[in-house]
């Protein structure tokens, strides 16, 4: 018993930690001993099965518990928070990023794999000692009673207010929550109609960054564009410090002034909806993965894009994609194209010649260096030769970096201000650019894209502000940004949102 006592803690104790500990240092005893006898029963049902199973059962059940629990630790190693539902459909999204994440993390990680590695030898031990002692029989009908009793605490979570789920399942109970969740609702009619375009531009591009900082952006890149004429809106805010969460709000529009815990953003009509009313082609550019979009970009919206082109090429995958946008705006018709660069995540030295500074540099200077590399030619080759009068580009960042020694770069439980800070550029026909010579350098949010593109399309500006933000032409009516539950889990389900007329990260809200 004291085997398995000593590794279901190590297994659980961040929700022995979170949920008990403090708790009860909060002042709480209630809902501590709701989260102590929920935990104990469950030890008592992950028992009974370690105890009872086959040998053969017993493998398959540590190798589940093993994935679970490695899951569960790994991300409340990195990120101080417990696992659910929200955060790990965010994870889903994210999963690209494990190999950078692998590499950025690796300590970390093999201190996850002790953990894992110390509580499984613990189970097994406890195991043998317990069947050396007494001889345990086993038969269909203890075999079926068995795994009752295990999944038993799995549909109690689930029916009654009880908390938490024990790392050893949780896994499967939040995967199956999201398995078993409604399909995605269908995207709202956009509620407005655009006038006769004889000035809209015929080509509209979003170009969206990863991990494109506003001070070394400011710094290394801004200077190369001094003799282009385009609009700087100074430091921008992104609408979260995770990229799904600031991809969906940056694709969906954002009521500002009136989102809330309730809001669901895979409602809305989406720019692509906006911008296939107004007669654009709509494409998404992904110069992230080779496979189907990402981004939690669900199958209501992806029925709304045209043409979906991934766009993966190395450390120059920005270069073609800035030659892939040059032909489209070279081209005839008119179009609306989402870009996802590959940018500058870490590892930041993925994203440059292996030798082009010492391995060992400051992360500081590794960032620069692929910032440099990934952009110091981007905007040239991507203005080259275009009709300027007929375009509109729009350049961001999906979020910030921190690039403070030791500090999660960005996604982390509580976001400091360098990681919402981000490059808000537009790059227009010169009689829309002058609506925004007087445009504020401070103040903006990337909120405030949503509404000004419509404007561009065609759109009534005044309603399109009343419906979501602010034109560029002001600051942002509040700002607004949200965490990694950024769409609703379950029917019902809430969403990881806050407003505040304060800058993100701030600690002023």
Known sequence: MLLFAVGYAIANRFQLTHDVVYRLAAGDPRSAVIALSFLALQASAFLAALLLFSRRWVVVLLLLAALSILINIGYTQIIPELLSGGTLAWMLAEVRQFGNAAGEFGGEFL?????VAAALALFVGARRVARSVVAIPWS??????????????????????????????????????LVSAPPPPPRAAPPLTPYPRAEAPRHIVWVIDESVAEAPFRRLIAPTLANVPHSDFGIAAAMGHCSAPAQVALRSGVDVLNV??????????????????????TMLIDGQTA??????????ERAMIDEYRPMVGGIDTDLKIADALNAQMKGGGESFTYAVLRGVHFQYRDHYPKGTIPADSPVSLQYGTALRWSKAQFFSRLLSGIDREAVAIVYTSDHGQNLAPGALPHCSREGVA???RVPLLAFLPER??????????????????????LGWM?????????????????????????GRTV?????????SVTASSHFPGTDRE
């Open 418 to 420: 360098d990681e919402f």
């Open 432 to 453: 829309k650019a002058a609506r925004y010579t007087a445009s504020p350098r401070s103040g903006h949010s990337v909120s405030q894209i949503f509404p000004a593109t």
């Open 260 to 281: 809330g815990k309730d809001t669901d953003l895979r409602r809305t009509p989406s720019i692509w909806g906006y911008a296939k009313r107004a007669g654009y082609r």
């Open 458 to 482: 065609g759109y009534d500006t005044a309603a399109a502000k009343s419906l979501y933000d602010h034109d560029l032409t002001r600051p942002t009516a509040r700002y607004v940004w949200f």
């Open 291 to 300: 496979g189907a979009p990402q981004n939690l970009l669900l199958a209501p």
């Open 140 to 177: 269909r009908g203890i075999a079926a009673v068995s795994l009752a009793i295990l999944v038993a605490p799995s549909l109690i979570y689930r029916h009654v207010e009880v908390w938490p789920e024990g790392t050893e399942r949780s896994l499967y109970g939040l995967g199956w929550d």
């Open 487 to 495: 769409i609703p889990s379950a029917e019902g389900g809430t969403v």
């Open 111 to 115: 201190f996850v794999g002790a953990q």
